[in-house]
């Protein structure tokens, strides 16, 4: 059973930045692709960053790119989103999650292709 727990989550005043990290158990987590999404009050859950299992390849979605930064360390079991330049629509629970199927470089964004999900870490933003 892979468990995710993620922390750093807080609040923040607009322009501020936090990092948040997840880190999992068991012993592949360095031989899977990871993902953070997002998800705001009465809206869907929505991808927000990804990483390849080997760090080399990244992908953010528009409305975060420029200012978060996703990277793991594999001898550590953790990925991490560094979130600067925050915005109030920032705000939002935030999960890290691995990706189980799919041709990551297709699919990075595909909530459906991820197995294994975090319980989570708000993230507040106020203007």
């Known amino acids: 059973q892979v468990q995710l727990v993620e922390s750093g989550g807080g609040l923040v005043q607009a322009g501020g930045s936090l990092t948040l990290s997840c880190v999992a158990s068991?012993?592949?987590?360095?031989?899977?692709?990871m993902g953070w999404f997002r998800q705001a009050p009465g809206k869907e859950r929505e991808f927000v960053a990804a990483?390849?299992?080997?760090?080399?390849?990244?992908y953010y979605a528009d409305s975060v790119k420029g200012r978060f930064t996703i990277y793991r360390d594999n001898a550590k079991n953790t990925v991490y989103l560094q979130m600067n330049s925050l915005k109030p629509e920032d705000t939002a629970v935030y999960y890290c999650?691995?990706?189980?199927?799919?041709?990551?470089?297709?699919?990075?964004?595909?909530?459906?292709?991820?197995?294994?999900w975090g319980q989570g870490t708000q993230v507040t933003v106020s203007s």
């Open positions: 068991g012993r592949s987590f360095s031989t899977y692709h």
């Open positions: 999650a691995r990706k189980a199927t799919g041709l990551f470089m297709f699919t990075y964004y595909e909530t459906k292709t991820y197995d294994y």
């Open positions: 990483i390849a299992w080997s760090g080399d390849n990244t």
